[in-house]
């Protein structure tokens, strides 16, 4: 490998080098391409380092690639399937050349440097699409960047992939039926928020509501959901009642970023759906939030429907998960059914064989044992019991033990349905409730 990182690549023989694809770059994905003819310099430089160390990630199955200023070089660090690696380290010349062409590429400015900067490339990678995000953070050793890979044609996109269950979606369905009311989905940083908004919009039955969304959600295409286009000089409010003059039942607008957005928004959903997503750990945080952002409880208890929040787990690998039967103590323990014949595990080490047992590296995971993540949902209803519950001026605590009366979906019982199913582990699930 050519900057001499990663545990498989050292692994391998030298001419690895020369299997390893070279990512194409087709341009931004918003404004015109790039003049690679300004900067021959740069381009000489930057080029095909920059390609290397995008394609090493990609082919590593990343999510983000980090670059950070550090001293005399730059410090990498890898996150596949939310966990950090240790990435590569580059000379400072080096990393500033990747740093400008990557920024050139995704049509940001390569003189400013004191300024935080966002853009993204089109890309091809062995045949498949993809978006790079150049996320630039000036710091006080220079810029740090950010490079966030999405592989468009294997990102999850339907309901059930994302992890929307079928019972959460009739749910979503029962509340979409009403055409009216708020419903906020919630999630912490990096938990894969957008993604889960597009899941619950898509859970929506765009055939038979009028779904509509009144902002650019990028490289995301909704099927059968009506691009609303907000006028120049238009405000959100005012963008929201054209579309429901023009008959949307369900509207999804852009991430609430205020209280007066959340304003804008909680009175809009008294004339059809609404469908927002803003951070928030849990449902509860995410109550709570909307109460404080509307500083109104009758309003909230009236026109919010439901907080769905999502939160990301790692899959086993399926090539190399083992199973196992489960102790019945477990079980009654955690609280799964004790006809439960079969759990899932992370396959054992090298360094935990037994005598005579073989041990063969597994491709598919690059022996890390979990290849993807998937989210668990959690599912706060506003029922009367909850109404009235809002319109007392609620504690964290009271609308927790009003979810639990109301028995809704939380993220610990969706999570153990994944563990019962095989599809993640026990230890994966403490691991993400710690974490
Ligand atoms: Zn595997």
């Known amino acids: 490998m050519i900057f001499g990182f990663g545990k498989k690549k050292q692994q391998d023989d030298d001419d690895h080098d020369e299997d390893l694809e070279l990512i194409s770059f087709q341009g931004p994905v918003s404004g015109p391409p790039p003049n690679l003819n300004e900067n021959p310099g740069l381009v000489r430089a930057g080029l095909i380092p920059a ?113 929307i269950s079928e019972t959460l979606k009739e749910k979503i369905r029962e509340i979409a039926a009403t055409r009216e009311g708020f419903i906020g989905v919630c999630g912490g940083p990096r938990n894969g928020l957008t993604t889960s908004t597009v899941g619950v919009v898509r859970s ?21 959901v009506t691009d609303f ?34 304003k804008v928004l909680i009175k809009a959903a008294a004339k059809s759906g609404i469908i927002a997503e803003y951070p928030a750990k849990d449902a509860v945080s995410g109550l709570l939030q909307l109460i404080k952002w509307i500083g109104d409880e009758e309003l909230v208890a009236s026109n919010v429907k439901a907080i769905i929040t999502s939160k990301l787990i790692r899959k086993l690998c399926p090539s190399c998960k083992q199973a196992y039967a489960p102790n019945p103590k477990l079980l009654a323990k955690i609280g ?68 639990k009366k109301d028995g809704g979906l939380t993220l610990q019982k969706d999570g153990l349905h994944l563990v019962s199913n095989g599809t993640t582990s026990l230890e994966e699930l403490q691991r993400t409730f710690k974490s």
């Open 51 to 163: 390609k290397e160390i995008v394609s090493d990630a990609v082919s590593r199955d990343a999510s983000m690639l980090r670059l950070d200023p550090k001293g005399a070089g730059y410090i990498g660090m890898l996150m596949v399937d939310g966990m950090k690696y240790p990435g590569p380290r580059l000379q400072k010349q080096q990393g500033t050349a990747i740093t400008q062409i990557l920024k050139m590429m995704a049509g940001l400015s390569i003189q400013e440097r004191k300024k935080p900067q966002r853009g993204s490339i089109k890309a091809d990678y062995e045949g498949q699409p993809y978006e790079i995000t150049i996320d630039i953070t000036p710091t006080p050793e220079g810029e740090r960047l950010n490079i966030y890979l999405a592989n468009l044609k294997t990102r999850p996109n339907q309901p059930d992939e994302i992890g």
């Open 204 to 224: 929506v039955d765009a055939y038979v509501y009028g779904v509509y969304k009144v902002f650019d959600t990028g490289t995301w295409d909704i099927p059968y």
């Open 229 to 262: 286009e907000r006028e120049e000089g238009h405000d959100l409010e005012t963008t929201i009642t054209r579309a429901q003059r023009s008959e949307a039942e369900v509207i999804y607008v852009p991430p609430i970023t205020s209280d007066e957005e959340a």
């Open 336 to 403: 799964l059914s004790k006809e439960t014949k079969a759990l899932y595990r992370h396959r054992v080490q090298p360094q935990e064989l037994q005598k005579g047992e073989t041990w063969d590296s597994c491709p598919k995971c690059h022996d890390i044992g979990y290849q993807g993540q998937i989210a668990m949902f959690e599912l706060l209803e506003m029922t009367e019991g909850m109404q009235e519950v809002v319109r007392a001026k609620p504690s964290p605590d009271a609308i927790r033990a009003q979810v």
